[in-house]
């Protein structure tokens, strides 16, 4: 199984501000199959980013996924409030899923 | 519009059994993976297991094979989880999503409650 490291797991940040997320596989992962989700409290999770760098549908371009390999990161250019959440990423190999341990980014 | 209706919140002894559902609408239920997904009490996502409804063709991560069955009824279009004899450490939110053929999962159902008491 794939066990996927988020880091940092908590990022204070203001907003305006740019926040970088890592997440690192302990093996390799396709890109193709690494995936980004964005969580508010009380809600359920929301695709972010697929295939590691592409922006689901109706996500600002503010938010950007790269990485290959083991190593890959989401970016927020500019936060903005609503930006406030809890992010995790998830890889999927033939039919074992793994999601990582989440990056709370809150408000400094 | 794509979307899964979950069943309603559920307070259970332990020991007791509980099956909560995930109803599709929309673009064919049976034509994607549905997936589950605990979320526990202020804790991270955890990938429980998916069906395939069209043929009930199931996978279980292995943390969660033998603790729950998965199971769906496609004529209704309704995936189901089920628990034969519930813990406390059972108490969490339950989502279900649709995995699209891309592989990630595309759409959530708002989550079911569970929380059990001991």
């Known amino acids: 199984e794939i066990v996927l490291t988020q880091s940092p797991g908590t990022l204070s940040l203001s907003p305006g501000e740019r926040a970088t997320l890592s997440c690192r596989a302990s093996?390799?992962?396709?890109?193709?199959?690494l995936v980004w989700y964005q969580q508010k409290p009380g809600q359920a999770p929301r695709l972010l980013i697929y295939g590691a760098s592409i922006r689901a549908t109706g996500v600002p371009d503010r938010f950007s996924g790269s990485g290959s390999g083991t190593d890959f990161s989401l970016t927020i250019s500019r936060l903005e409030p609503e930006d406030f959440a809890v992010y995790y990423c998830?890889?999927?190999?033939?039919?074992?899923?793994?999601f990582g341990g989440g990056t709370k980014v809150e408000i400094k | 519009e794509v979307q899964l209706e979950q069943s309603g919140a559920e307070v259970k002894k332990a020991g007791e059994s509980l099956k909560i559902s995930c109803k599709g609408s929309?673009?064919?239920?049976?034509?994607?993976?549905i997936g589950w997904v605990r979320q526990m009490p202020g804790k991270g996502l955890e990938w429980m297991g998916m069906i395939f409804p069209a043929d009930s063709d199931i996978r279980y991560s292995p943390s969660f094979e033998g603790q729950v069955t998965i199971s769906a009824d496609k004529s209704i279009s309704i995936a189901y989880l089920q628990w034969s004899s519930l813990k406390a450490s059972d108490t969490a939110i339950y989502y279900c999503a649709r995995r699209n053929y891309a592989g990630h999962f595309d759409y959530w159902g708002q989550g079911t409650l569970v929380t059990v008491s001991s």
């Open positions: 929309g673009d064919s239920f049976n034509r994607y993976w």
């Open positions: 093996q390799s992962v396709s890109s193709n199959y």
């Open positions: 998830q890889q999927y190999g033939s039919s074992l899923l793994t």
